[in-house]
Antibody, heavy 125, light 108 residues
Framework: EVQLLESGGGLIQPGGSLTLSCAAS?????????????MTWVRQAPGKGLEWVSG????????YYGDSVKGRFTISRDNFKNTLYLQMTSLRADDTAVYYC?????????????WGQGTLVTVSS | EIVMTQSPATLSVSPGERVTLSCRAS??????LAWYQQKPGQAPRLIIY???TRATGLPARFSGSGSGTEFTLTISSLQSEDFAVYYC??????????FGPGTKVDIK
């Protein structure tokens, strides 16, 4: 079973930058590796619903962004370290949310069959 | 961008009742539709994919149906552990793979 562990959240001032990480494990005794799966960031503002933020293909060659973060956030991955990243710049109060990383079921975009527990990002002065 | 809507926003039901949740897409997503369950303080959990396929370990009381733009999640006999928020999400063609706003199922 794949486990995902997010880190890097915290309190940041408006206009600041922050990088989130998501470490993936549990591939050791399977025929699949981290690079076989696309990955996604989903966020949830306090008391609100889920918002799809960004996705990246298994190879890292294709990246996608939601309109609300396009041009400010950058998704990347290191398939040697089994780690997903989200670089966030020009942060705004409405970026305040729990950020979840999630594993797609295959190398392209698809539904999300494993989720981390999330990391809270609070943008406030 | 495909817009997903869900109804109702909140459903108050008693244990043992049958529950039907609706999800609608602004354009056809074929059968590329997933449902997730989220309980307070927890991450979402995949329960249905490809509109009607139950995730591993999901009880048979859960079922999904629909294709194109209209989808339904049915819980045949609601159990106490089923009180949660349910989200639909499309994954058709290209991202963003938007979520619906959710339906909260709470105790009457």
């Amino acid at each position: 079973e794949v486990q995902l562990l997010e880190s890097g959240g915290g309190l940041i001032q408006p206009g600041g930058s922050l990088t989130l990480s998501c470490a993936a494990s549990g591939f050791t005794f399977t025929r699949f590796t981290f690079s076989n799966f696309a990955m996604t960031w989903v966020r949830q503002a306090p008391g609100k619903g889920l918002e799809w933020v960004s996705g990246i293909s298994g190879t890292g060659g294709s990246t996608y962004y939601g309109d609300s973060v396009k041009g400010r956030f950058t998704i990347s991955r290191d398939n040697f370290k089994n780690t997903l990243y989200l670089q966030m710049t020009s942060l705004r109060a409405d970026d305040t949310a729990v950020y979840y990383c999630a594993k797609d079921v295959h190398g392209g975009g698809s539904y999300l069959d494993s989720w981390g527990q999330g990391t809270l990002v609070t943008v406030s002065s | 961008e495909i817009v997903m809507t869900q109804s109702p926003a909140t459903l108050s039901v008693s244990p043992g009742e049958r529950v039907t949740l609706s999800c609608r897409a602004s354009q056809s997503v074929s059968s590329n539709l997933a449902w997730y369950q989220q309980k307070p303080g927890q991450a979402p959990r995949l329960i249905i994919y490809e509109a009607s396929t139950r995730a591993t370990g999901l009880p048979a009381r859960f079922s999904g149906s629909g294709s194109g733009t209209e989808f339904t999640l049915t819980i045949s006999s609601l159990q106490s552990e089923d009180f949660a928020v349910y989200y639909c999400q499309h994954y058709d063609k290209w991202p963003p793979f938007t979520f619906g706003p959710g339906t909260k199922v709470d105790i009457k």
